[in-house]
């Protein structure tokens, strides 16, 4: 019997239980997760609690940042899977490849092209792996997608079209946290549109290689809401009587699990998890379009709006033999919120059913347009979550559509956002290739054409209403 990995897990935010949930669940005989390590020791003893309570097991040995070398000695760590604040990403990714492990990472990879440029060099230095978490290109409706593609049901694609929404409760919550700060996550652009771009270079098996764009903050922040005629402000969410009838407000008090993850942990590190999306010191932008063109020949036109009454996404591909429309709508998620009071981790991969609605409707030239039925699955991200944890902890499966993302993918993924907030500031394009170094790399792309091998029945259509 192949033995199994050793994990650790550095980053105690909300992210990090989809990791802890499946070592300690569904992928327990994969791997062993064996540390954790954050700076904040109550969020650390909150997840050592909540894992004894529904795993029945010890805790885990916890370390702060500058302990990080150490825990990855003492317990002998193969992969250590990095779900800190985003521009942290590359501190603890290197850290670990010098160390001699492997990192998993949550998307983004990082957040400006210096940090991006590090991992590559660090990489190429330590010869050691990186694998960014895109758990999108798992979702069976985005699968389907690159298998449309693949298999060239509109021949070549010319031109995409797409427009991401999220909602008034789920884009809100970008600016509540320290998301609202550039620094930290790189804005929407990045933090948010990673998963876009990523799934755009992927459907397309290609890469960006110019982009421009226009974006700012049109919605949210307090002066936006003044010349709208809000009058009563607050700083933060809990306790303010002012938030009381905001339907943007938080109130940390209001949930175990915030309160225990985000609240009663600020004395450790001031990090406030209810800030007001109506106050001042907000740098990133809530409306952003971007032009893209890429290697492949394509064209795309991309906006994110933050502030939508419906989330989802419509995304048109045009090609030289028809069009490929599809449109996906989502449940809107706040990261630490119980969706259950009953079940404090719902967060669990298998603890989903994905209901929300998906079309996908095929135009050919000269002939009569049909749909194409819409697989559904269980798991978070439209059902990519689950799929994605299997590859990471099992990797036992032939994937013809190339799902996996290493740190090359994972760069190309983040270096469209990149350039779009340089244009933001510039007023001009950018030429992505000039970015980063991908020297001595292996840039090759996914596979664009369905191989024969993996050859099967054709999406099955039905007649378009």
Known sequence: MTERKRYAVVGAGGRSEMFTNALLGQFKQNGELLAMCDLNQVRLNYHNKRMADRFGIEPLPTYKPEQFETMLREHRIDTVIVTTMDRTHHTYIIRALEAGCDAITEKPMTVDDDKCQQILDAVKRTGRQVRVTFNYRYAPRNSKIKELLMRGVIGDVKS????????????????????????????????????????????????????????????????????RGMTKFYDRGTGHPNAKDCPFAIDLSSQDRLREMYLEAEKEDGYRRDQSVFGDGISIEDDMSVLVKYASGANMTYHLTAYAPWEGYRIAFNGT?????????????????????????????????????????????????????VESGGGGHGGGDVRLLHDIFVGDQVDPMGRAADHVQGARSILTGIAANRS??????????????????????????????????????????
Request: glycine share 6%.
């Open 321 to 373: 033999k028809g069009r490929l429309e599809y449109e996906v709508e989502e449940k809107s998620y706040v990261s630490g919120e119980d969706k259950d009071q009953n079940r404090p981790d719902v967060r669990d991969a298998e603890a989903f059913t994905v209901t929300e609605p998906a079309r996908i409707l095929i135009r050919p030239h000269w002939t009569e347009p049909y749909k194409v039925n």
């Open 160 to 227: 995409v079209h797409f427009e991401w929404l999220l909602d008034t409760k789920h884009g809100a919550d970008y600016f509540h946290r320290w998301h609202r700060d550039k620094r930290n996550s790189g804005g929407l652009m990045v933090h948010k549109a990673t998963h876009h771009f990523d799934l755009v270079n992927w459907w397309l098996s290609s890469s960006p290689v110019r982009v421009f764009a226009l974006g700012e903050l049109a919605f949210y922040g307090r002066e936006n809401a003044e010349q």
């Open 424 to 465: 933001f500031m510039t007023g001009e394009p950018v030429d992505v290739t000039r970015l980063v170094d991908f020297t001595g790399h292996d840039v090759s792309l996914p596979p664009s054409v369905w191989p024969a091998e993996a050859d099967c029945e054709p999406a099955e259509a039905v007649a378009a209403s």
